[in-house]
Nanobody, 126 residues
Framework: QVQLVESGGGLVQAGGSLRLSCAAS????????MGWFRQAPGKEREFVAA????????YYADSVKGRFAISRVNAKNTVYLQMNSLKPEDTAVYYC???????????????????WGQGTQVTVSS
């Protein structure tokens, strides 16, 4: 089992920045590929970013490329999502997810992740 706890959400003005954190426990973090997903009210959950278990591969949704950056610090069992140049359309609940050594395009598919956090709200005002 893996437990995931997100933090760092909040209210920010358009153009601002936030950094989300996701702390993992329960399994060797170094073996986990990690993803961030988001869900806005009335919309489907969508992929945001992912980083593989080794940290050598990252993936981003087209809508966040160049603005968001995913990273991990294995010594802290934590994955981060740095969000810059935020837009009102980035408003959503952001979820952290984990999977054992997944790689490739499967990392952008939510159904491949068995472990999820409770989510953290990000609100971007215009």
């Amino acid at each position: 089992q893996v437990q995931l706890v997100e933090s760092g959400g909040g209210l920010v003005q358009a153009g601002g920045s936030l950094r989300l954190s996701c702390a993992a426990s329960g399994r060797a973090f170094r073996d986990l590929s990690m993803g961030w997903f988001r869900q806005a009210p009335g919309k489907e959950r969508e992929f945001v970013a992912a980083i593989n278990w080794s940290g050598g591969m990252t993936y981003y949704a087209d809508s966040v490329k160049g603005r968001f950056a995913i990273s991990r610090v294995n010594a802290k069992n934590t994955v981060y999502l740095q969000m810059n140049s935020l837009k009102p359309e980035d408003t959503a609940v952001y979820y952290c997810a984990a999977n054992y050594r997944s790689s490739g395009q499967a990392m952008s598919v939510g159904e491949t992740y068995p472990y999820w956090g409770q989510g953290t709200q990000v609100t971007v005002s215009s």
